[in-house]
């Protein structure tokens, strides 16, 4: 798993498209402190071809999750939006420029550290 560093994180969010119109695909809370989420989308390096994205939030110290069984019916209308404040990133489903307007998202994590990997479709 490669690092999403916070200057990176406006590059990496443009090359999805926000992940717009994308896939949530899984959920697993591997321990209290650490979440990971895949989801599929579209790489705009790959011509628009569909990928899988496997984020890795570490230092997890608060989140609002949904079962596997309902992210299939999740609308991705509107992507993702990851956030750097306050030396924390958070993410959530939907368009937000802020921490304390994510925070209403009806899936979030705000973690200390984030890596992601990339996979076949």
Same mark, same amino acid.
């Given at each position: 798993?490669?690092?999403?560093?916070? +200057?990176?994180?406006?590059? @990496?969010?443009?090359? =999805?498209?926000?992940?717009?119109?994308? *896939? =949530?695909? &899984?959920?697993?809370?591997?321990?209290?402190?650490?979440?990971?989420?895949?989801?599929?989308?579209? !790489?705009?390096? /790959?011509?628009?071809?569909?990928?899988?994205? *496997? =984020?890795? @939030? $570490?230092?997890?110290?608060?989140? /609002?999750?949904?079962?596997?069984? +309902?992210?299939? &019916?999740?609308?991705?209308?509107?992507?993702?939006?990851?956030?750097?404040?306050? !030396?924390?990133?958070?993410?959530?489903?939907?368009?937000?420029?802020?921490? $304390?307007?994510?925070?209403? $998202?009806? =899936?979030?994590?705000?973690?200390?550290?984030?890596?992601?990997?990339?996979?076949?479709?």
């Amino acid at each position: 798993m490669k690092p999403l560093l916070k +200057k990176d994180l406006p590059a @990496f969010l443009k090359r =999805f498209g926000n992940f717009i119109d994308s *896939e =949530f695909r &899984h959920v697993d809370v591997v321990s209290p402190t650490v979440i990971k989420i895949t989801l599929a989308g579209q !790489d705009s390096a /790959r011509g628009f071809d569909w990928i899988t994205v *496997e =984020f890795e @939030f $570490s230092g997890v110290s608060d989140a /609002r999750l949904l079962d596997n069984s +309902k992210l299939p &019916h999740v609308d991705m209308g509107d992507g993702i939006s990851i956030i750097y404040e306050d !030396d924390l990133f958070a993410f959530g489903i939907g368009e937000y420029t802020a921490l $304390s307007s994510l925070k209403s $998202s009806t =899936f979030q994590i705000i973690s200390s550290s984030l890596k992601y990997q990339e996979g076949q479709f």
